[in-house]
């Protein structure tokens, strides 16, 4: 005889399979039959089984449908709901699935997304009934149906942090007229309204669900944590020192003897006294961070670069410049060849993978950040600037729609459009490199002065009234 969790879980797999199929039918027919569908076995379903207990209040599944690592944001959410002392599931890493690989490119995508339906369904029916899951999107799809469904079964409440939409991405590489484009976009707004409680990360993404999905969401600002701070000298000279093992760029140059001086490009430390200086002859350093993807166009920082070689080989009174840019992808390999095949003499590009450590210390430690991710929907901000930002480095970013709510243009940084003017922007901000005066200092002390709350005052205003609503 099964077993009462078996029975449950059968039911929610053939509920959520049997709404699935009915949906990728009826996506953009404007059906709204399935829902009823839907509601009536899953009400089933949930008079079958809720186990709860004693601990079940302070029970929160934490979910990402990918690489944790790549999810700052969510692991900061985890560590919060810890210090507060909820038991915290982290669930992510969930194995590659393939689908059906014979017959149309759409009979191998519905079945890939059948079978992450039940490899999530058996992973999230196996846990201790949770008060909350509290899931990333994107990637959303299958995980928000998923997810709403175990929350129907087991009495949780759903809540979807909004970080961009799913569907913006998917176009990135197949038009928004591609039909896997238009059902991921039917399908997000088919589930998305359906999670009792919603977080954004940017006001014009609160104002755009409201508008135009009818969620309700609460804003949640990205804060950089305690680590992004400026880094002192000796710290930095230690990091300097390390990647020089490994990458050119940071090695000394010249034929300097002196056994009781260590050096790098960018700093000395005299070994008897232990005293760090930076090198008054150095290099700026110029940092970008990637994950590679198409949604940020390296292209344009490379060609900002060779025109920037042009302006110190015309005669501009400029520093050379060594350029770390930190990160794995996709597209990684083919930025690498076209960095290789440059004729730059005063522009050194170096491309680390960093230990995660390392990766706050570096930015604490450069004199420039340049940010080139372009939101695909336009209503997400770039993490990566936060943490410069929290370092205290002012950033060059190229604009889209909201990035005013975190670059305030010759305030604390600068936007730019193309290569061009990210060009004229480095040859003005470093035209007084290194001395601390100028522009470039300047947005320093801006950022000094205007360090907002931290993550975790912004998250026990935001979030904690969210998790503890009826």
Not at 138 to 167: K, Q
Not at 425 to 446: D, I, V, Y
Request: charge should be neutral; charged fraction near 20%; glycine fraction near 8%.
């Amino acid at each position: 005889m099964a077993t009462p969790g078996t029975c449950t879980t059968i039911l929610a797999v053939f509920a959520l399979i049997s709404a699935l199929l009915i949906g990728f039918y009826g996506a953009g027919s404007g059906v709204t039959w399935p829902v009823v569908f839907l509601t009536a076995v899953t009400g089933l379903g949930s008079l079958w089984l809720r186990r709860r207990d004693g601990g079940t209040e302070r029970r929160v599944c934490v979910l990402v449908l990918g690489d944790l690592g790549r999810s700052p944001r969510m692991q900061y959410h985890a560590l919060s709901l810890s210090k507060h002392g909820y038991n915290v599931t982290f669930v992510g890493f969930l194995a590659e699935v393939k689908g059906v690989c014979v017959g149309p490119k759409i009979l191998t995508y519905v079945t890939k997304v059948i079978l992450q339906c039940l490899q999530l369904l058996y992973v999230l029916l196996r846990m201790e009934t949770q008060s909350h899951i509290l899931m990333q999107n994107p990637p959303g799809l299958p995980g928000i149906a998923v997810a709403w469904l175990v929350c129907v079964l087991r009495g949780s409440r759903f809540v979807i942090d909004w970080h961009n939409y799913g569907y913006t991405i998917m176009a990135l590489s197949h038009g928004h007229t591609h039909p896997v484009v238009r059902l991921a976009k039917w399908y997000e707004h088919f589930f998305g309204p359906l999670a009792s409680r919603n977080l954004c990360v940017t006001n014009a993404m609160k104002d755009d669900l409201q508008k135009n999905w009818g969620i309700k969401a609460t804003t949640l600002y990205d804060c950089p944590p305690s680590i992004f701070r400026e880094t002192p000298l000796k710290l930095q000279h230690g990091l300097f020192m390390r990647l020089a093992n490994t990458y050119s760029q940071f090695q000394s140059r010249g034929c300097e003897e002196d056994k009781q001086v260590e050096r790098s490009v960018f700093s000395e430390c005299d070994l008897c006294e232990e005293a760090v200086t930076l090198r008054a002859e150095r290099p700026a350093l110029l940092l970008s961070s990637t994950s590679w993807t198409e949604d940020e166009d390296f292209s344009v920082l490379l060609k900002a670069l060779e025109d920037y070689e042009g302006f110190i080989k015309a005669g501009a009174s400029l520093p050379s410049l060594v350029c770390v840019i930190t990160g794995k992808g996709p597209q990684k390999e083919y930025y690498r060849k076209l960095i290789d095949s440059l004729q730059l003499e005063h522009v050194q590009i170096c491309t680390p993978w960093l230990e995660a450590e390392d990766y706050p210390v570096l930015l604490g430690s450069a004199d420039l950040g340049v940010c080139l991710h372009k939101s695909s929907s336009g209503l997400d901000l770039p993490m990566k600037v936060v943490d410069m930002f929290g370092c205290c480095l002012p950033v060059c970013a190229i604009h889209f729609h909201c990035l005013h709510e975190l670059v305030k243009h010759e305030e604390n940084g600068l936007i730019f459009r193309d290569a061009q003017e990210l060009a004229e922007q480095l040859k003005s901000l470093l035209s007084e490199f290194p001395g601390s005066g100028g522009q470039l200092g300047a947005f320093r002390r801006t950022l000094r002065r205007s360090r907002g709350p931290g993550w975790d005052e912004n998250w026990d205003q935001n979030v904690l009234p969210l998790l503890s609503a009826p």
